[in-house]
């Protein structure tokens, strides 16, 4: 039956149309805005990304020729060949794709200096659809995900309506299979129109296809509806995924609140306001014996509650993202809103915190918070500002630094960013084991490039990074055993 996702569309539709804003952050960052050519089409900037009838035409023979593959589920770090056909991994080994290469219609990808990895799962990402498709949609959202070396790219539900109906999350399904490029998978809202009162109706968000809940960018205050909603969740198998900030604590604030925030005259968010938080829905969680979820962590306060928590065998889990592990509030001395960010970035010792956490893996995943603004919602007086920055073309790059910083190993870096998230979502992990669905990443670790001069997917271009120079690039990424970003051969 079509019915119901296509009155999902409808009603989704009558919701949508909400103008952009005026303006641009600047005049010179118009040529890299988002062209009439859509998300899937090249753009202008050089870099080959495939349309949806091309990447589902046919399946490819694909043979990976001595490519370092590295896949921490199976323990995996080797110089081998990797066929892929008929959408499944089916050879690896040391010359196990000569065979393979020979054959009519194969494609062969020399190796030679680059990398093969399971394709990565962002947990949390802002797509905007319904609602803000000025800042970005589902299709520019899944093709930035794609180039960025994601399978799979969950959806928050801060959309416009709020995804807490299953006729919203049956159009985002819909408009996902429409547009091709990483697959999607929707978080629903954990409360009617994220107000933090009344529980949404989870079980029909669940069978219309939300792997998750969360209010994130608002935090559920109430103790009672927060411990109703864990074990509400946990009833579907839906993993509650928290915004931990008490709004009372953190009012309007513009950063962390410490030094640096005193020194600039700025209204700062202090520490407690997560772990209070944090530490309130653990108890939560441990009484009702419900998992729990806490995103974008950010402060030694909270890393230090998770490892009290799974010490005691709490099934409970945490994300980073790669801002918190890079930036400081020190960043903000120069009043640049493209460093406003939820939570705020913190202080030196937090960063050390959350980065030892995340090696030694009491903070589970890492997941980017894509928040995608428009040039005038970051080119104005800081508190009027949006928080947020995007995040999904690249997150890899920026946390291979880790690795190269000796704070990370490749190992944990891959199983951080595809096969924990995975197994919280309760996806089947991308792998690079024989007879798994073809969902891999390659990647040349030594390509250096700028976000600026080479382009992105994203519609939005609001990141202090894109005028770094970064290193490690994605060249073709797989999901659902299709290539669904094709960068091998452009410059």
Not at 16 to 34: A, D, H, K, L, S
Not at 223 to 232: D, F, I, K, T
Not at 399 to 414: A, H, M, N, P
Request: aromatic share 4%; glycine share 8%; with cysteine.
């Amino acid at each position: 039956m079509t019915r119901r996702p296509n009155r999902a569309s409808r009603r989704a539709s009558e919701a949508v149309g909400i103008p952009g804003p005026p303006g641009n952050r600047r005049e010179c960052q118009r040529v890299w805005r988002f062209t009439p050519g859509g998300p899937l089409s090249s753009a202008g900037f050089g870099d080959a990304v495939l349309s949806p009838p091309a990447v589902t035409d046919r399946d490819p023979l694909l043979v990976f020729r001595n490519v370092r593959s590295v896949d921490p589920s199976t323990q995996l770090d080797a110089r081998v060949d990797v066929v892929i056909e008929g959408q499944r991994i089916t050879k690896v080994g040391p010359a196990a794709g000569a065979e393979a290469a020979r054959a009519d219609g194969a494609r062969v990808i020399d190796g030679d200096g680059r990398w093969l990895l399971p394709a990565f799962v962002e947990m949390h990402a802002h797509l905007r659809e319904p609602g803000y498709e000025y800042k970005e949609d589902i299709g520019s959202g899944l093709a930035a995900g794609a180039a960025g070396g994601y399978a799979h790219v969950c959806a928050m539900p801060n959309t416009k309506p709020v995804n807490d109906h299953r006729t919203v999350t049956e159009f985002m399904l819909l408009r996902a299979a429409e547009c091709g490029g990483a697959r999607l998978h929707p978080i629903a809202a954990i409360t009617k129109g994220q107000q933090g009162k009344e529980l949404s109706e989870m079980a029909e968000l669940r069978e219309a296809g939300a792997v998750a809940v969360s209010d994130d960018g608002a935090c559920v205050m109430s103790s009672s509806v927060m411990r109703r909603a864990l074990e509400y969740a946990h009833n579907f198998g839906l993993l509650v995924i928290q915004h931990p900030e008490d709004h009372d604590l953190t009012g309007d604030a513009d950063m962390h609140e410490g030094a640096v925030s005193t020194r600039l005259g700025l209204r700062g968010a202090p520490r407690v306001a997560e772990d209070a938080i944090v530490a309130r829905d653990l108890m939560l969680a441990h009484y009702v014996g419900a998992p729990y979820h806490a995103a974008h962590v950010s402060t030694a306060g909270t890393v230090e509650l998770f490892r009290q928590a799974k010490a005691r065998g709490q099934a409970v889990s945490c994300e980073v993202t790669p801002h918190h592990l890079l930036l400081t509030d020190a960043t903000v001395a120069r009043y640049d809103a493209l460093y406003k960010v939820k939570p705020p970035l913190r202080e030196d010792s937090d960063l050390e915190a959350v980065r030892a956490a995340l090696a030694d893996g009491t903070i589970d995943a890492i997941a980017t918070d894509h928040a995608p603004h428009a040039d005038s919602e970051k080119d104005c007086e800081f508190s009027a500002a949006s928080p947020g920055m995007i995040g999904l073309e690249l997150c890899f790059p920026l946390c291979l630094s880790l690795v190269e910083q000796q704070v990370l190993t490749l190992s944990r870096l891959i199983d951080a960013l595809s096969t924990r998230p995975a197994k919280l979502l309760g996806l089947e992990p991308p792998s690079l084991r024989e007879g798994a669905l073809a969902e891999v990443v390659l990647v040349d670790p030594e390509h250096r490039w700028c976000p600026r001069e080479t382009g992105l997917r994203s519609k939005s271009r609001n990141s202090p990074f894109m005028n770094d120079q970064l290193c490690g690039r994605v060249l073709m990424t797989l999901a659902g055993g299709r290539i669904v970003y094709d960068g091998v051969g452009v410059s």
